[in-house]
Nanobody, 124 residues
Framework: QVQLAESGGGLVQAGGSLRLSCAAS????????MGWFRQAAGKERENVAA????????AHANSVKGRFTISRDNVKNTVYLQMNNLKPEDTDVYFC?????????????????WGQGTQVTVSS
């Protein structure tokens, strides 16, 4: 079992920044890729970014490219999502997830462990 705990969400004005963190605990010895997803009530879960086990491969959704950056620190078992130039349409609950393999990509079914989510609200 892998437990994931997100933090860093909150309320920010448009143009502001937030950094989300996702701390992994439990059986973290596996070489898992990690991802960030977001979901608003009544909408499908959307992949925001993904990163491979060693961090050499990253991918970001077109809607956040150039504004968000995913990174990880395997010593701390933590994945980050740096979000800059936030827009009201970025308002969502953000989830981190651990992939079944060393890179999960954008498909949510490639991930088998999920955090509880953290709310990000961007005011205009």
């Amino acid at each position: 079992q892998v437990q994931l705990a997100e933090s860093g969400g909150g309320l920010v004005q448009a143009g502001g920044s937030l950094r989300l963190s996702c701390a992994a605990s439990g059986r973290t010895s596996g070489s898992r890729g990690m991802g960030w997803f977001r979901q608003a009530a009544g909408k499908e879960r959307e992949n925001v970014a993904a990163i491979s086990w060693r961090g050499g491969t990253t991918a970001h959704a077109n809607s956040v490219k150039g504004r968000f950056t995913i990174s990880r620190d395997n010593v701390k078992n933590t994945v980050y999502l740096q979000m800059n130039n936030l827009k009201p349409e970025d308002t969502d609950v953000y989830f981190c997830a651990a992939a079944r393999t060393d890179y999960g990509g954008s498909y949510y079914r490639n991930y088998d462990y999920w955090g509880q989510g953290t709310q990000v609200t961007v005011s205009s």
